[in-house]
């Protein structure tokens, strides 16, 4: 099979080939807000490298490049992204930018969270009242910050949750689509709530709190462990994504004249 | 229904517009789509004419088994070809992953029991009406099977579109092992999925507007040389 | 072809056929000779068919033995194939005319270059020349049956099995299909057929073998067997009163 394999593959990929390529795992939130097809043209152009972005649940991504089948993780899971260089499937976290979390609602807002910057204190009030809240349940970024907030609300999420919270293992996208299409609360990425055009009777009710703060990191997978890794061109890709050249494209990426993401890499400790 | 209609008016401003991102997806939908339909036929159709007129223990089992497979979940396949093609996979040196040829293997695994199995149907039942015939002319089951898969062949063409519109229509198994790459693994259906997840279901619509008219305009012309062949062959 | 050794005369030693619990073919010696036409006649079911498949090989007998001039049918020299059958219903491939005799040259075996020769020696033989493009199938009831002969000659049979070619067929058609017939027993080929049409027996028959629940119960040339049939049932099955 190997052998049949190997024929198609070369009588198919002639086209391909001489393409130079890396793989970067990166999220749903960034893929889908359209950032990568903002910045990576550039970025080809410069270097005659292209990018090809598969976009999963942080979690996923992380798996994804355990494996073997990433040269560059781009997530947003402070945590998990450590977590993964401690291992040695990484070699360096490097913060690249950062947008915000929003905590979205229907504009009736049934269980009167109003409009506020506690986001704790929000869920403790979606809790109470048994509101319909969506969640991502996919171990993404997006869902490991929710986890973390309702902690942070004294909530024990696992433990608490009724009819009222939706579990639905999606992306972010879908899951905003369910969110739309049952009035439900839900935590979303600034950039992907701004792309998203299903919006219905959905709103932001909640911004601006530190907690939702939400940071982005490039990882180069360990090529010690994956000898394969593109370990040159990936780390060309890392250093234009700090360099001046990426940090000006993140912050020219615009959606109705509002920025999606801000460019941190020059700050210290993000 | 508003939204139907406004998607169909969107869907042909869209192949009118003639976007060349949009005819690349198209594109490349069509080339994984046929060439998978292509292996699975040389796998499937000998398979099934060999099942059809091959007497051999367990044959039962064998088309019991088939039959059920053409149920085979997309995303269990997309998995399957996933784990094997992986770098830590038994295939990963061959780096196929996320590319159109992972695409392709895995639409083949999905196509070959359709096919297969259909195909054994059709021979059979020809086999039935042809067996004493072709034994007597002394020929043997191997080139029975050869045979009855030529003289058939307007009817099997029936069975190519049915894998085909397994294979274009499926999302499950590119999405996992094609990883939906702009520009380089991108297809109708996992287009659509994007689009869908980015709430923009107009344009969601649109598309799959198009992936059913590229079936359709398919099937049309495997049907009108279908009618005509049977006109002149009887 | 003259070469080679003769097949027959066919021999079948008490040959016995069982499909489930019955015993179709119920102990047969008998031995058909080269030149003459035999034709089997005998009531419904009385195992005609199936006694015709045992010699052409397409079934195997439960017990008891088929040979070709001493040698066992299962050893018989295969190729090229030198006997051949014509079914009450011709079954033809989805080509054309000259494409469906072309194929039984290639499966008896006969060298590609003459093919298309023998092919259209074929078809003149049963004038069906004009129609050789013709796609087989799209031809009618008595011209195929006619291009299933002219497939059996082309590949110059020793023996030609008929299993009632001309059931389905009128009386024209019919006419043709014993033409052909009496042409082929002409150039020299066995004819074993096996007919409802006792008129036809009457015509065609040298001699005539009296199948009766799965024996042979007479066995005689054609004049004697409908003039002084020896046993009563077969005078009881030219007057009819058997079940056909």
């Excluded at chain 1, 996923?60 to 945590?79: E, I, P, S």
């Excluded at chain 1, 997006?142 to 009724?162: M, N, P, V």
């Excluded at chain 3, 056929?17 to 073919?25: D, E, L, P």
């Excluded at chain 3, 080509?95 to 005799?101: C, F």
Aim: aromatic content about 6%; proline content about 4%.
């Amino acid at each position: 099979m190997c052998g049949w394999l190997l024929t198609i593959s070369l009588l198919l990929s002639s086209a391909q080939a001489q393409q130079r390529f890396i793989t970067v795992a990166s999220t749903t939130s960034t893929e889908q807000s359209g950032l990568f097809g903002h910045i990576l043209p550039a970025f080809q152009k410069k270097t005659a490298i292209q990018v090809r972005v598969v976009a999963l649940g942080t979690g996923q991504a992380f798996d994804l490049a355990r494996r073997g089948d990433a040269d560059v993780v781009f997530v947003h899971a402070r945590g998990l992204e450590e977590k993964f260089v401690a291992e040695g499937h990484g070699v360096k976290r490097i913060p690249v930018m950062y947008n915000d979390f929003v905590l979205i609602g229907p504009q009736t807002d049934p269980a009167r969270i109003g409009r506020q910057r506690d986001a704790a204190a929000a869920l403790k009030a979606i809790e109470s009242a048994q509101a319909a809240f969506v969640s991502r349940g996919d171990r993404s970024g997006t869902h490991t910050a929710e986890l973390a907030l309702w902690a942070q609300a004294g909530i024990d999420i696992a433990k608490q949750k009724g009819a009222w919270y939706r579990d639905t293992g999606q992306g972010m996208g879908p899951a905003l689509n369910t969110a739309s299409s049952m009035d439900a609360y839900i935590l979303a990425d600034r950039g992907t709530w701004l792309s998203f055009k299903n919006r219905g009777a959905l709103a932001i009710l909640v911004q601006g709190d530190q907690r939702l703060f939400n940071q982005y990191g490039v990882i180069l997978v360990n090529p010690v462990r994956q000898p394969h890794v593109k370990q040159a061109d990936a780390q060309a890709f890392i250093d234009w994504l700090v360099a001046d050249d990426g940090q000006n494209a993140i912050g020219s990426f615009k959606i109705n004249g509002e920025a999606l993401f801000t460019p941190n890499a020059t700050q210290a400790g993000a | 229904m508003n939204g139907l209609a406004a998607a169909t008016t969107d869907a042909l401003e869209l192949l009118i517009a003639g976007d060349a991102k949009l005819f690349g997806i198209v594109g490349l939908s069509l080339e994984v789509s046929l060439s998978a339909v292509f292996l699975a036929c040389v796998l499937g159709l000998p398979l099934g004419a060999a099942i059809a007129v091959g007497r051999f223990p367990g044959r039962r089992s064998v088309i019991v088994a088939l039959n059920a497979l053409m149920g085979l979940p997309p995303v269990v396949v997309g998995l399957l070809v996933y784990l094997m093609l992986s770098r830590a996979g038994p295939l990963g040196s061959m780096g196929l992953l996320f590319t159109p040829t992972a695409m392709i293997f895995a639409q083949t695994i999905l196509v070959v029991p359709i096919v297969a199995a259909l195909s054994r149907q059709v021979v059979e039942d020809a086999w039935q009406e042809f067996h004493e015939q072709l034994r007597s002319l002394g020929v043997t089951r191997m080139g029975a099977s050869i045979t009855l898969l030529w003289d058939l062949r307007f009817s099997l063409l029936t069975i190519v579109l049915a894998g085909f519109g397994r294979a274009a229509a499926e999302v499950g198994a590119v999405m996992i092992v094609g990883g939906n790459i702009d520009g380089v693994t991108r297809v109708m259906t996992t287009t659509i999925a994007l689009e869908t997840s980015k709430g923009d279901l107009p344009l969601a619509l649109a598309l799959g507007i198009v992936l059913v008219a590229v079936v359709l305009a398919l099937n049309a012309g495997a049907y009108v040389i279908k009618e005509a062949a049977e006109r002149r062959y009887g | 072809m003259m070469d080679a050794p003769s097949l027959l005369p066919l021999q079948l030693r008490d040959v016995v056929f069982v499909a489930g619990h019955r015993r179709i073919i119920d102990g047969i010696t008998v031995e058909f000779a080269a030149g003459t036409r035999t034709l089997m006649v005998g009531p419904n079911g009385a195992g005609k068919s199936v006694l015709l498949r045992l010699c052409h090989g397409l079934l195997t007998p439960s017990s008891g033995r088929v040979a070709w001039n001493s040698t066992p049918a299962t050893k018989a020299p295969g190729t090229p194939r030198r006997q051949a059958m014509v079914f009450q219903r011709p079954v033809m491939l989805r080509r054309s005319a000259l494409a469906n005799i072309v194929y039984a040259l290639q499966a008896a075996g006969y060298p590609r270059a003459e093919h298309l020769d023998r092919a259209h020696a074929a078809l003149q033989r049963v004038g069906l020349v004009s129609v050789a493009r013709h796609s087989a199938r799209v031809l009618s009831g008595g011209e195929q049956q006619r291009l299933a002969l002219a497939r059996a000659w082309a590949i110059e049979p020793e023996v030609l099995f008929l299993d009632e070619p001309t059931a389905n067929l009128d009386p024209g058609a019919t006419h043709e299909i014993e033409a052909v017939i009496e042409a082929m027993h002409q150039a020299g080929t066995k004819i074993i057929m096996v007919t409802h049409n006792l008129g036809q027996a009457h015509r065609m028959g040298d001699e005539i073998l009296f199948i009766h629940r799965g024996r042979i119960a007479e066995c005689s040339p054609a004049e004697r067997f409908f003039k002084h049939p020896a046993t009563s049932e077969a005078a009881e099955f030219i007057n009819g009163e058997l079940p056909w």
